[in-house]
């Protein structure tokens, strides 16, 4: 069974920093390229990063392009998304998934906010 669980999602103010985690289980991540989406109140769920599934490759949305940095650690099981100089339309639940697979996690909430 597939399951996903993000954390390190927090309070924090412009221009700070946060690194978001993604423990997967139930399958082996190395196998498969991941991504980070992002779902802000009253919008979309929009495609924030991904990575290939050696890590090879990376792609951004344009907003985050330059702040955020999307790496793996295969061995671990784990993804990770290093957010920095974040900024208030950056607040949002963030959630991991693999490009194969329909299954989401329960989100981690990043809220942007002096």
């Known amino acids: 069974q597939v399951q996903l669980v993000e954390s390190g999602g927090g309070l924090v103010q412009p221009g700070g920093s946060l690194r978001l985690s993604c423990a997967a289980s139930?399958?082996?991540?190395?196998?498969?390229?991941m991504r980070w989406y992002r779902q802000a109140p009253g919008k979309e769920r929009e495609l924030v990063a991904h990575?290939?599934?050696?890590?090879?490759?990376?792609n951004y949305a344009d907003s985050v392009k330059g702040r955020f940095t999307i790496s793996r650690d295969n061995a671990k099981n784990m993804l990770y998304l290093q957010m920095m100089n974040l900024k208030p339309e950056d607040t949002a639940v963030y959630y991991c998934?693999?490009?194969?697979?329909?299954?989401w996690g329960q989100g981690t909430q990043v809220t942007v906010s002096s």
């Open positions: 998934k693999a490009v194969r697979f329909d299954s």
């Open positions: 139930g399958f082996t991540i190395s196998n498969y390229a």
């Open positions: 990575i290939s599934s050696t890590g090879g490759s990376t």
